[in-house]
């Protein structure tokens, strides 16, 4: 509104003072021209009931950016206000200092209307406040609005347990290794007394390897879930950081953690990269990390009864030779890809639920498809759905996966086993210390031929 219509508005409203309606447009004209104070100054002395719900909103939006709060309440009241209502008042709540209060009504306006989400707003509003001493000994308020206790923050957002229980059920085939774990793992849980008379501790190190997709993080899940532990993920971007002594001290924090939350599961996927080989390392900082390490898994001062640390990794070869001593990753369990039977159990837990047609011959898919991982069975499953869902789209209607989309996703989908297979073939036969890959040999003595 140009400065000449806003003059001849102004000069109307003196000569008639009662015209709501006017008043209001001058309030929106000098809130669009960006002069709160000036349209604060319109709303002197008069009561918010002189307009309707949905003009206090910008009547209270001027008294805020005008720096008086607590008139803008007068006209924002809390009673069945329309959301941007709610919204202002949220606001002058915040200049007030009233966060807690601003808090929930901010949540009340956005639950209300989710179009009116400010999440600068709402970070103000959920910032914390701490009192302190000044210098001179006087009282001050610090409102913090950054994280500023790095140690007790960082592990509760890392540690985030696994809300989805995962059972042995869940798991397609590899019942030799389910039985191991059982054994090795469970019982230890299970029953502890017995255990303990033995003077058998639980908890300890489990080292999983084979080619990746086979099932190792879903394993590991099973096991806590069998145990019914605790499982804590650890990814690698939760430990490493740039800066020297951080990385030890995050891993040293996740243990802390985990202890205490016993029973526990720490589960730590590409091991290799938090545990290498130290002689290959030309990053000092690197060695100090598994040597960490190393100490937090069975260190002097440490005690891990109830915490089971899992570690999974598609190279082992690269895996520091110390890990693997008594005590530590004491026990390596090779996950081979699935054979036969379980490939068709895999086959049929990724297909329920899902639209299907007719019989599907799961045992004639599994037959064809020897050294798929778990992770190319899924593959050949999604691809035989994009099939259907094509069909779908073309003729107007639903079409379930059939057998023929089945054999027609076997024709593109190739296994991502062999390349691991061959290379740890290598290693299984010329660097076998200790008889560590014995399984290896046992798997391609059994299905080499495959």
Known sequence: MDDNTLASLCAALRTSPDNAGLRMVLVRAHLDRGEPA???????????????????APCARALVEAGLPERALEFAAEDEAPAALLLVRARALLALDRLAEGLRVYDAAVAAEPALEDR?????LAANVREFRGAGG??????????DNTDAEDVARLLVPETET??????????????????????PYQKPSLFQRFKKRVGGGILLYGPPGCGKTLLARATAGECDARFFNIAISDVLDMYIGESERK??????????????VLF??????????RQYSRDGNAAKLVSQFLAELDGFAQNNSGVLVLGATNVPWAVDPA????????????VPPPDA???????????????????????????RTSGFSGADLRNLVETAADAAIDASIASGAEVPIDQAHLQEALAEVRSTTVEWLTTARNYARYANEGGQYDEVLAFLKEHGRD
């Open 38 to 56: 000036e349209a604060a100054a319109l709303l002197d002395g008069i009561a918010p009931e002189t307009f309707v719900a949905a003009d206090r």
């Open 120 to 124: 600068d707003l709402r970070v103000h």
């Open 138 to 147: 006087e009282p001050r308020r610090l409102k913090v609005i950054s994280n």
């Open 166 to 187: 995962v059972r042995f059920a869940d798991v397609g085939g590899l019942d030799a290794i389910k039985r191991q774990i059982h054994k090795r793992i469970i019982l």
């Open 251 to 264: 891993l040293h924090a996740l243990f802390e953690k985990a202890r205490a939350s016993v029973p526990a």
């Open 268 to 277: 730590f996927d590409e091991v290799e990269a938090l545990g290498g080989k």
């Open 323 to 334: 890990f693997r001593r008594p005590g530590r990753f004491d026990r390596l369990l090779f």
């Open 341 to 367: 039977a379980a490939r068709a159990a895999v086959l049929d837990i990724l297909l329920a639920g899902r639209p299907t047609r007719g019989a599907l011959d799961l045992a004639g898919i599994a037959r």
